[in-house]
């Protein structure tokens, strides 16, 4: 039964959940994501940043992100505020032997918008769309610290097939790195399993 009643002072209202393709940015839109980024980053997210940049970088950084025909940026909301945002990124056209395969990167939900299931939402947008456009394989790569990515990535499928012992250095220590590969599509005369 759907209602259109309010929800009763010691109930949660339903949270209004949303992941599409971002194709231009409102003013609201990008401010809302650059406040999201400055979030994940500081809570020791990716992105290779380590200390927050300025809001003009990140709306550089974003605007930028638009123009890249290699790249697709996925946003995901939350009661209509970007929260977190992903990106596909093709291979250069003239790399026609991994021309079968994107990289999912730079995947975040804003810490104050998790548990909402967003971040799955967003991986699974990603390769519903990499799927859709040909792709047979979807690569990502994370910090060994990133565990609750990890989690949801090895839930979703996704085989580790690698790891980089010197990945990243963030405050003067040493993190490794780990490289995992999902297949979207059998390979030619492969049946689905």
Same mark, same amino acid.
């Given at each position: ?54 809001? #003009?970088?990140? @709306? *550089? ?5 638009? &123009?890249?025909?290699?790249? !697709?940026?996925?946003? +995901? /909301? ?14 250069? #056209?003239?790399? @026609? *032997? ?5 990289? &999912?990167?730079?995947?975040? !939900?804003?810490?104050? +918008? /998790? ?79």
């Amino acid at each position: 039964m759907i209602t259109d009643a309010p929800p009763k002072p010691d109930e949660p209202a339903q949270a209004e959940l949303l992941v599409e393709r971002i194709e231009r940015f409102t003013d609201d839109d990008l401010h809302s994501l650059c406040e999201a980024t400055n979030a994940a980053i500081l809570d020791g997210g990716g992105f290779g940043w380590i200390a927050a940049p300025s809001g #003009r970088a990140l @709306e *550089a950084y974003y605007r930028g992100v638009l &123009l890249v025909p290699e790249r !697709v940026l996925f946003g +995901a /909301r939350l009661n209509g505020h970007l929260v977190g945002s992903a990106h596909l990124v093709r291979p250069p #056209r003239n790399n @026609e *032997a991994q021309a079968f395969a994107a990289h &999912l990167m730079h995947a975040f !939900v804003a810490p104050y +918008a /998790r548990g909402h299931g967003l971040a799955r939402a967003l991986t699974l947008k990603v390769e519903e769309f990499a799927r859709e456009t040909g792709y047979q394989v979807l690569n990502l790569d994370v910090r060994e610290t990133q565990e609750a990515a990890i989690q949801l990535y090895e839930r979703l499928g996704y085989q580790r097939w690698g790891e980089h012992p010197e990945y990243a250095l963030v405050r003067g220590k040493v993190i490794k790195g780990y490289y995992y590969a999902k297949r979207l599509r059998p390979r030619r005369g492969q049946t689905a399993e």
